[in-house]
Every structure is written in C-alpha cells, then in structure tokens.
C-alpha cells in the first residue's frame, strides 16, 4: 500500500434522531465568496448518464459566473442515453445548494500548486430552457413533486457496499485483494482499514454524516453507512460517495469497484435502501402505534404492497447489469423471492424493530452500479402507487424463505425476481407504469441499451464455457 500523508480525522456531528431534509440553502453571493477565499481554480459541473455513471464539464475561474448562471453548454450526443447528433446542444443548470469546494488540496490528497477545484451537480435542459426529458436527477424531482402532492416527503437511506482490490504491474484494475477479513473483521486482517478511514475522513469534510464503517463478509468488501435523508439529497450523495471512494482508492494504489459480484463464490455488494415517508409536520407516517404488526401503520404495508407489486418491473432499473443476477441467486443473503417479514432477513424487504420515526422498510435487492436517481424514482414511485392504490401486500413471512421448497412458496404465492438481466428487461418492457414513472425518452433508452447488453452477453464465448466443454465435446 502507498504511503500517504497523515490526515486528522473530522469531529462527527452530534445525531439526533430527526434525518437530514436537505442542504441549507446556499446563495449566488456566498458561493462567489467561497470560490474567492479558497484560492478556487476550477469549477466541476457534475451530472450524470442514464447509466449513472458521473459525468462532468470543467471550467477555469474566469468562467465561473458564466456557469453559476446556467449558461454553459455541452455535447449531449456523445453521453450515454441523452440525444441524437442532430439535437445534440444540452445546458448544465446547476443546482446551488449542492455547491462544495472538494477537500483534496487541504487533506494533503492533491498538488497544491494546481489550486482548489469545487463542484456543483447540475440538472439538464434543452437549449429553449425547458427541462430535459432524458436527466436521470430530474427524473427523481418529479416524484419528489409527485409525493409532496400527496402530503409525503421521502426519506431514503442507503447502504451502499464496495471492494478493494490491487492493481497490477501498470496499474490495471484486478480482483486481487489484499485481505482475508470477514464481517466486522479487526485489523491485521482487515488492510484496508487506513483506506476506509482515508474515505471516511473526504466524506466528512464533504459534509456527510457518517454513521459507521466497518469490513463486510467477503474479502476486500466495505461498507460505509451514511445517514439518512431527502431522497434527493441521498441520490446526490450517493453519486459522490462512488466519486469519493474510487478517487481515494486510487491515491492508495488501489482499485474500487461497486461492480455487484465480482468475486465467485463470495458475497456479492448490495445496497440495502431504507425508505419511510414523513408528512408536513415531520411525523413519520408509517408508524402508527395501535397499528397492525407492533406499529406499523396502513399507510407502510400500502407502501409495501406498491414496492411488491412492482418489484419484477423495476428490478432492470435497481439491478441494471449482468453481473447483479449473479449476485441475486440463494445462498449468499441477497433476496430471490417477493415476501416481506418484520425481522426476518430472508425476504425482499424487512421491517427493522425500530419505531417512532426511525419505523422504515428495507428494500434488499438493490446494487450500487445502479443510477442512483433512477432507482430511487422508481422504488418511490412504486411505494407511492402502493399507498394511492391501497394495495395490500401478503402476510409477512416468518420463515426463512431459502429454506422453503417450492411447493411451499407456491403455497404462499411467493413470486420470484428475474432470474437474469434479459428477463427482468422483459419485466420492464410490460411495465406501462415504469413507463409513466421514466416517461418515454428515458425508458426507451434503458430498454434498448439493456437489451443490447444481454444480448452481447449471451452472444460472447465465457471462460466458463471454454473450461467445460472444449475438451470434453
């Protein structure tokens, strides 16, 4: 592991028990102070593709008021799932309560000599001003919007888990790991440990909250547990995170990858999403305390019934690659079936024992190579649907559902996910509302990029197959 510089590690904030609702608001002039008095030299304009993957236009300091005012423009043809070379002018507005100069130079991470760089996440919009019908952020606004017309706020909390590995001789990525650590696991064996703690130490000063962060089950595997939140503040936080980690991963020689299952035979990386709604006077309205099943109220089991009904559709958007169905299989914790359970972890979603306003369910299938936008759109959305629709879900399980043979979930009417990346495609394709939730642009895109993967996957020659059946047929 490289050397690097000592750093002090930040003073948590005090936590109560209320979640974060947003950034404070920030003003035009106050950001063009912070950029003056932190010696700012560049300006990062961040966004995202369909795919989630970040993306962003950098400008020099004598274009900062060009940019704070939404006045830069960009390629969008060449971005992944935005428009066609014909139509290809996009603007970047930025949103200013997400304006933070990053902490690389003061954490010792960064050459000084090349001065501070900030960031700003941005929303995308037509040239004639109108909002983008294809930016993955603006997507999840609408459902916040959806939501608050219904008397809701969104709370969202996610666990969003990563492996480090080594790199190679010129500095490729492998899945090589440099420990045999387990669950919780305490150094020696956990080497990653002043890595993690490199992390922890950025995402505080990008002004996280972080709660925990601790060595997961598999070889090279962490998690780092920030607190919840706005599900618009999370999705924004959750696209820093991934920045966050592979940039301090990588100032240690190594390489991070939230790619769901990259190691056979082992854990594969989920990113468990805890979600409760609260209404206008900050009470969480799934917990009722004379409610069904020790507090939780109609409203929550509506929800539940909404994320159920529609987990098989939306499972192409929360679980968007290949590789996340071989994470998605029995025999390693991640979920396969559509049951819910108080306490019980087997099914898709759990109810953890807390109540009051920490009552939430925990939504287990997710992975964090999803956009993060997107999923939480449409897990939310699907929630909402739920609650607008009274839909009732099934009896909680009790049972450990992988245990269970077939004919016992039969019994239970207990459904299963996609069992790979072409059927929950298909899933998706039916869903006229995913469709409704996307709109058109976004869900065709995702249709046709995801079915052109699927069918390369299944298309290509795998080691697998080479090992098996050269010498044998």
Known sequence: MAAKKKTQTSTKRAKGDQPQRGRSKQSLAGIKKQLKDNDVRFLRLVFT????????????????????????MFDGSSIEGFTRIEESDMILHPDLDTFQVEPWVSLGLDDKAQGNVARVICDIYNPDGT???????????????????????????????????????????????????????LAPLDLAEECRREIVIALEAFGFDIEAAHHEVAPGQHEIDFRYGDALNVADNLSTFRF???????????????????????????????????NSKGENVFFDKKGDYDGISKIMKWYIGGLLQHARAYCAVTNPLVNSYKRLVPGYEAPTHLAWSERNRSPLIRV?????????????????SCNPYLALAAMFAAGLDGVENK???????????????????????????????????????????????????????????????????????????????????
């Open 49 to 72: 593709d369909i795919d989630g993957i970040n993306k962003n236009v950098e400008v020099p300091s004598s274009q900062f008021g060009k940019a704070l005012d939404g006045q830069i």
């Open 244 to 278: 966050v980690v592979r940039k301090v991963a990588r100032d240690y020689g190594l390489h991070a990858t939230f790619m769901p299952k990259p190691l056979y035979g082992q854990n594969g990386s989920g990113m468990h999403t805890h979600q409760s709604l609260f």
């Open 352 to 368: 953890p024992e807390s109540r009051g306003v920490g009552t939430r369910c925990e939504l287990r299938m997710p992975d964090p």
């Open 131 to 185: 909002p983008f019908d294809g930016c993955p952020r603006m997507t999840l606004k609408r459902i916040c919007d959806r939501a608050k017309k219904m008397g809701y706020s969104m709370m969202a909390g996610c666990e969003a888990e990563f492996f480090l590995f080594l790199r190679g001789k010129n500095g490729e990525a492998t899945t090589e790991t440099h420990d045999a650590a387990g669950y919780f696991d």
């Open 391 to 473: 839909i009732e879900p099934p009896p909680p399980v009790s049972e450990n559902i992988f245990d269970m043979s077939a004919r016992q979930r039969a019994r239970l009417k207990i459904k299963s996910l996609p069992a790979n990346l072409g059927d929950a495609v298909e899933q998706l394709e039916k869903s006229a509302f995913m469709k409704d939730v996307f709109g058109e642009h976004i869900f065709s895109h995702v249709i046709e990029s995801k079915q052109t993967e699927w069918s390369d996957y299944i298309a290509s020659v795998h080691p697998w197959e080479i090992d098996r059946y050269l010498s044998r047929y």
